[in-house]
């Protein structure tokens, strides 16, 4: 790590290879110039910004400053998380309230077990990791859910004419969004070590951390991912569906409106 030196022209020439995205992108009619160009100017931006206000944090070393950092980037991904939701009503509500309960559940767990302490360095990079993962599976959730119902509406129709509840004609939609959303969170932890080398645990043995108790760190990173992701998906979908009904109990699909 010491020996790490990127310089402005490190930063150039990598620069080329996001023109060959967009290069793809024109080529292939993909629209998606504009959207990448905003985003690279937006990460660094953001980096720079945080960069400086995270070393700020870290030395004043506040629980009230910590919990409020994390709130933001909770809502901050909420609200992102929400723009997947197309027309579903409420999604920034069920997307905050479904992220919160994951995350801090996981955060509890991490800190009463004693794997971390209340403080900045260690919990607001930890919170970024689950909150980034959570806000990725909701908005897979919602796209899942919106897919499945119009794929679906035949059946879903036929079972309500049969008799069977809001929830019994939605068990199959239902089942299969979390499935879905959760599908990308598994195949991570399949391949991890394989394809993907986790940044903390190659990190911390840089930094000269025993190999097996690095390794042990990201484990635990890894099962608060995989609980954080279940749950806000869980919560997601089961928040989410019944507005794919009317007040009759009847299919309907929800027409735009803002949260």
Do not use: C, H
Request: hydrophobic content about 55%.
């Amino acid at each position: 790590m010491e020996n790490l030196n990127v310089s402005i022209l490190s930063l150039i020439l990598s620069f080329t290879m996001v023109l060959v995205a967009m290069a793809i992108s024109r080529k292939e009619k993909l629209d998606l110039n504009k959207e990448i160009m905003i985003a690279m100017v937006r990460m660094i931006i953001q980096l720079v910004v945080v960069g400086y206000v995270l070393t700020y944090i870290f030395g004043l070393n506040s629980k009230i400053v910590t919990v409020l950092v994390m709130l933001f980037m909770v809502v901050n991904a909420a609200w992102n998380a929400s723009k997947r939701a197309q027309a579903i009503p409420n999604a920034f509500r069920i997307s905050l309230t479904s992220i919160m309960m994951g995350v801090v559940l996981s955060l509890i767990i991490l800190v009463v077990s004693g794997a971390i302490e209340f403080i900045p360095s260690q919990l607001i990079p930890i919170n970024g990791m689950l909150v980034g993962n959570a806000m990725s599976v909701i908005g897979l959730s919602f796209t899942n859910l919106n897919n499945e119902f119009k794929k679906s509406q035949q059946e879903v129709m036929e079972k309500l004419a049969l008799g069977a509840s809001n929830k019994e004609a939605s068990q199959d939609i239902i089942r299969q969004s979390i499935k879905a959303s959760l599908q990308p969170t598994v195949d991570t932890a399949r391949t991890v070590g394989l394809v993907l080398l986790p940044g903390m645990m190659t990190g911390m043995m840089f930094a000269g951390v025993v190999p097996m108790q690095a390794i042990m760190y990201q484990i635990l990173i890894y099962f608060m991912m995989m609980s954080t992701s279940t749950i806000t998906a869980y919560l997601a979908v089961y928040q989410a569906y019944p507005y794919f009904y009317n007040d009759n109990d009847q299919l309907q699909f929800p027409k735009p409106q803002k949260n």
